[in-house]
């Protein structure tokens, strides 16, 4: 199978970009032919306002050019990731010209909320869900620009009004049962959606040691919890959490006195740490999709310490492979920590069944599986025309 990638990288690295190489090198393994279209967003530097404005509406540089590898390389299937700014919806135009079916992975909220995460000010927001942001435009909710969220707007205005997402998509990919019910709430048609989740691949073996070390892995961010996470610990007596990570709210952690803070990881060091942790702490305060540290950690055989939020609910089996805890309650998150550290055989078996888990629904094997038979249902509802 010939399969065409298309992604826009984001201008700092994340989980989102890991996982379209992630699935590149899985369809190279079992023998496809992969092309690629990339763009990239540290090139934003280049663009006036003006013309990025109108390049996020239609981009006329990536029509021409799926249109071109469209004919020069006839792909059976084109696979959409991230279409923001540069790539544009206008690749789905091209596509259809020429009837080659599309599958869009949705690894965020942005077809409902313009800065993707339904959060504003900190707590959870769906005012724009199903109708037109004015209410993001006016908290200016996409790069703290009013300009910036009205541009976004209105590219969701058109592309809704020339039916770009009802009727230029073949069929969508939603990473959990969370993120498939936003989505047919927001006008997608739930017989369009296939739920498929991240898996990883890169798995260590079990092992049998354990410490009692709680980890925190990931960008140090307001919507991740960081607040709330030190606010929990503050109610607790002398526990301590190694802290993985990078972002703005670094300095928060760097001064805590309940903080080991270790910097930025390599991908390989930070599962070495997994496999011998206590538990992984998720303090998030906003809708996740599908946060594939919960895979991984779930790999290296490491239950989770969660908030009850968003897809989380539908990835941590509570007192099975893990503990939730509410989500805007730090009381309740000390109180979740404090039994994992004094009950940490029954941690441990919780591990056991996270690994199984990992075992059942997460590896490389399974996803192939479901990628393969979600690219051919789609491409034998579809004939192409060259």
Known sequence: MRVLIVHNYYKIRGGEDSVVESEIALLKKNNHDVLTYFRNNSDLFRYSPLKLALTTLWSIKSFKKISELIRENKPEIIHVHNTLPLVSPSIYWAANKYRIPIVQTVHNYRLSCLNALFLRDGKLCEECIGKFPYAGILNSCYRASRKASAVLAFMLLLHRTIGTYKNKISHYIALSEFSKNKLVLSGVSNKKITIKPNYIDHVLEKSTKRSDELLYVGRLSNEKGISLLLDALSK???????????????????????????????????????????????????????????????????????????????????????????????????????????NQEEMKKMGSKARKKYENEYTAEKNYKQLIDIYSRTISSQKTDY
């Open 236 to 342: 607790l007596n002398g526990y301590k959490v190694t802290v993985i990570g990078e972002g703005p709210e670094l300095p928060l952690v760097q001064n805590n006195i309940n903080i080991k803070y270790i910097g930025k990881l390599t991908n390989e060091s930070v599962l070495k740490r997994m496999s011998s942790a206590l538990a992984l702490l998720i303090p998030s305060i906003c809708y996740e999709n599908f946060p594939r540290i919960i895979v991984e950690a779930y790999s290296c055989g490491l239950p989770v310490i969660a908030s009850s939020i968003g897809s989380i609910k539908n990835l941590v089996d509570d007192g099975e492979t893990g503990l939730l805890f509410d989500p805007i309650s730090s009381t309740d998150m000390a109180k979740k920590i404090d039994w994992a550290v004094s």
